[in-house]
């Protein structure tokens, strides 16, 4: 059974960085494409970054691209999240999410629907 387990999320200041963890376990992450979501009160999950099967490409939603980075740790078997420069209207729970896909593209990739496999979540607070 895959288990995904997010951590890392705190309270941050506004311009602060913080790195959130997706630990798997049940199957590798090597070999298939991961995705970073995040849902705030009242509203829908949204998509964050996508990293696609061999981890040589990485596809941002326009509101964090430039800020954030997606990047595979295989021997940990763990997928990070690096934000930075952190706004206020990054306030969310945030979710890593897998699929059975391993060609998955970056297209795909952005939807919920596109993905079997997620974490709890974990809580992000940024203040102003």
């Known amino acids: 059974q895959v288990q995904l387990v997010e951590s890392g999320g705190g309270l941050v200041q506004a311009g602060g960085s913080l790195r959130l963890s997706c630990a798997a376990s049940?199957?590798?992450?090597?070999?298939?494409?991961t995705g970073w979501f995040r849902q705030a009160p009242g509203k829908e999950r949204e998509f964050v970054g996508y990293?696609?099967?061999?981890?040589?490409?990485?596809y941002y939603a326009d509101s964090v691209k430039g800020r954030f980075t997606i990047s595979r740790d295989y021997a940990r078997n763990t997928v990070y999240l690096q934000m930075n420069n952190l706004k206020p209207e990054d306030t969310a729970v945030y979710y890593c999410?897998?699929?059975?896909?391993?060609?998955?593209?970056?297209?795909?990739?952005?939807?919920?629907?596109?993905?079997?496999?997620w974490g709890q979540g974990t809580q992000v607070t940024v203040s102003s």
């Open positions: 990293i696609n099967w061999s981890g040589g490409s990485t």
């Open positions: 049940g199957r590798t992450f090597s070999g298939y494409p």
């Open positions: 999410a897998g699929t059975n896909q391993p060609y998955l593209n970056y297209a795909l990739g952005t939807a919920t629907a596109s993905y079997e496999y």
